[in-house]
């Protein structure tokens, strides 16, 4: 099996080096076409200087083998990301069916609405409440008066501000809070789901959590789910 071949089944096709090995081979045409037209109309008795032609074939060959070393090392690499990936699936299968927790704010809108566990670390004399969806616009604003500090929920029936429903999916809650002198009072999250299946996005091992996808790197603390069945 050739480089290519390898490179081809690991999705490396449009990689920057073989981009450059086809312009080579291009360039190498044109040069054996000039070379072979100079041949054959060079004067017999002033014939062109063979050095320059050895030079620019080892030139040619030199370009060659460095685009066939960067072939090798992109291969690798993708080979190791392949692995990286696969250790990483391996490890997120482990988490199916147990209660996983992460600190983004982020949250599932379904039919039922969609809620966010959220902690101030103070109390709030007014409080603003977005929530954006996976693009980054944000849908749906409210204020209010105060908060006080702790835990506490914030739940969302899925009517945005413009009066429209929103979509089913996943959407982040940014919270912001300030104290009666205008301090702004630290607000932190708590997501809490079951690890229902381990995807593949984008090449990326997640972890679909209640509805939203964990990287690894996401999740804080993994617990046995309760089920409160006596004869589990």
Do not use: C, H, R
Not at 107 to 135: F, H, P, Q, R
């Amino acid at each position: 099996m050739t480089i290519a071949e390898i490179n081809a089944g690991l999705g490396l096709v449009d990689s920057a080096a073989n981009t450059a090995s086809t312009n080579l081979a291009s360039n190498f045409d044109d040069f054996l076409t000039l070379l072979t037209t100079q041949l054959t109309n060079q004067d017999p008795l002033n014939p062109t200087d063979s050095n320059e032609f050895t030079n620019q074939l080892v030139n040619f060959t030199n370009v060659e083998q460095n685009i066939a070393t960067n072939q090798n090392l992109e291969a690798l690499l993708q080979l190791q990301q392949l692995n990286q990936q696969n250790g990483t699936a391996s490890a997120m299968i482990n988490y199916l069916g147990k209660t996983v927790g992460s600190y983004l704010n982020v949250a599932a809108l379904d039919s039922t609405g969609a809620s966010w566990n959220i902690d101030l670390a103070g109390s709030a004399a007014t409080v603003e409440y977005e929530i954006y969806d996976v693009n980054g616009t944000k849908v749906y604003s409210e204020e209010a008066d105060g908060a006080s500090a702790g835990a506490q929920v914030f739940s969302w029936d899925g009517e945005k501000t413009d009066g429209s429903t929103a979509d089913d999916g996943q959407y982040y809650l940014v919270v912001k809070a300030e104290s009666a002198g205008g301090n702004s009072v630290d607000v932190s999250y708590d997501f809490v789901g079951e690890a229902e299946s381990m995807e593949t996005i984008n090449g990326t091992p997640v972890l679909k959590v209640g509805g939203v996808y964990l990287t690894l790197d996401q999740i804080t603390t993994v617990s046995v789910t309760n089920n409160n069945n006596p004869a589990a």
